[in-house]
């Protein structure tokens, strides 16, 4: 079975700096990993995915993720956090094998505040 | 591309009756649509998978007859809440497949009252 834990419900930055929301999952397979955004009464928009080509992801609005397998993790990292990057974020991962049914799993979302 | 609607974006029903809620996608045919809830300040919980011209499966522990799901065509899914109760008031949002990816509508917020 597989599963997503996010560590920390709510993460708070100031305004310029660095974003790490963390995430590490589970799974008996090679995993599809993904980081979606959610703002407030909205569903949710993808920031990037990792489907095995290469480790360090770049999604939009400057954020990246690096799949490490030996640390089963795929943490989400932004360089410099804007006010706009407030929201809801969501680690995810579904299966790549045989009868892959493209399930989602989520983690229980991390709220990211930013301080300005 | 690849947008996804939901109808009604949200609803106020009484209690003891039933709402249906629509899920398109605009400009892509999807065979396999995900229905999911979710509460407030919490994550998403996968209902059901919807596949086109076929029984839904559910996830265990949904109520098959209480959240009817049917999938008539390529671009729409609905989910009708029968006979609706105060504890099904949530945040319904679908997705739809595409490729190796899920597009997600906008939700629909349900309150039963």
């Known amino acids: 079975a597989q599963s997503v834990t996010q560590l920390g419900s709510h993460v708070s930055v100031s305004e310029g700096a660095l974003v790490l929301l963390r995430c590490n999952y589970s799974s008996s397979v090679p995993p599809y990993l993904f980081w979606y955004v959610q703002y407030p009464n909205q569903g949710l928009q993808l920031l990037l995915k990792y489907t095995s080509a290469a480790t360090l992801v770049k999604g939009i609005n400057g954020f990246e993720a690096e799949f490490k397998k030996s640390e089963t993790s795929f943490h989400l990292t932004k360089p410099s956090a804007h006010m706009s990057d407030a929201a809801e974020y969501f680690c995810?991962?579904?299966?790549?094998?045989?009868?892959?049914?493209?399930?989602?799993?989520f983690g229980q979302g991390t709220t990211l505040q930013v301080k300005p | 591309g690849a947008v996804v609607s939901q109808h009604p974006s949200w609803v106020i029903c009484k209690s003891g009756t039933s709402v249906k809620i629509e899920c398109r996608s605009l400009d892509f045919q999807a065979t396999t649509m995900f229905w999911y809830r979710q509460f407030p300040k919490q994550s998403l919980m996968l209902m059901a998978t919807s596949n086109e011209g076929s029984k839904a499966t559910y996830e265990q522990g949904v109520e098959k007859d209480k959240f009817l799901i049917n999938h008539a065509s390529l671009t729409l899914s609905t989910l009708t809440v029968t006979s609706a109760h105060p504890e099904d008031s949530s945040f319904y949002i679908c997705?739809?497949?595409?490729?190796?990816?899920?597009?997600f509508g906008p939700g629909t917020r349900l309150t039963v009252t």
């Open positions: 995810a991962v579904s299966d790549r094998g045989s009868g892959n049914t493209g399930k989602l799993i």
């Open positions: 997705s739809a497949r595409m490729g190796g990816e899920q597009y």
